[in-house]
């Protein structure tokens, strides 16, 4: 099986676990900690188009584990975070890698909000080498060993 066919199906099983664990993930945390991840994925080499962005941004509000919240709470949260990784990409990361690391405390949103990062990053079919070493970053932020996401 092809490395790609092989991150799809992984994509795909990530987001049917995402959406079994729906009702579990309802905090606060995991919603910034994921849409910090989703701004961290888009702009994950360092600038993030307008397109880019538009893709992004619907992918939040078709994902239905993130339905758990208002969209137009979700798009504040990620259009905060992709402002701050615009205005100095590096001291940016490192605030939107803290806010991701909120989420360390339940294990189980922790994993969620890496599966969002992957699902996300995969989701242009093509899961690129940059958006990998933010998530893996972000893995390491909530304590978790990469090489479990295929990382």
């Not at 584990?65 to 969209?71: I, K």
């Not at 978790?144 to 990382?151: A, V």
Request: with cysteine; glycine share 6%; net charge negative.
């Amino acid at each position: 099986m092809a490395l790609w066919d092989r991150f799809k199906e992984s994509a795909a099983t990530m987001q049917t676990q995402l959406t079994a664990k729906k009702n579990d993930l309802k905090s606060g945390a995991f919603r910034d900690a994921s849409m910090a991840m989703c701004a961290l994925v888009a702009a994950a080499d360092g600038s993030v188009d307008p397109s880019e962005r538009s893709r992004v941004a619907s992918l939040i509000t078709a994902n239905e584990v993130l339905q758990n919240f208002p969209a137009a709470d979700l798009q504040r949260r990620f259009d905060e975070n992709i402002g701050k990784l615009q205005a100095d990409f590096d001291f940016g990361k490192v605030g939107v890698l803290q806010e991701i690391a909120k989420a360390k405390k339940k294990p189980a949103e922790a994993r969620a909000v890496i599966q969002i990062g992957i699902v996300i990053g995969g989701a242009d079919g093509d899961f690129d080498k940059s958006e990998q070493a933010v998530v893996r970053e972000a893995c390491y932020a909530l304590g978790l060993p990469p090489h479990e996401f295929d990382l």
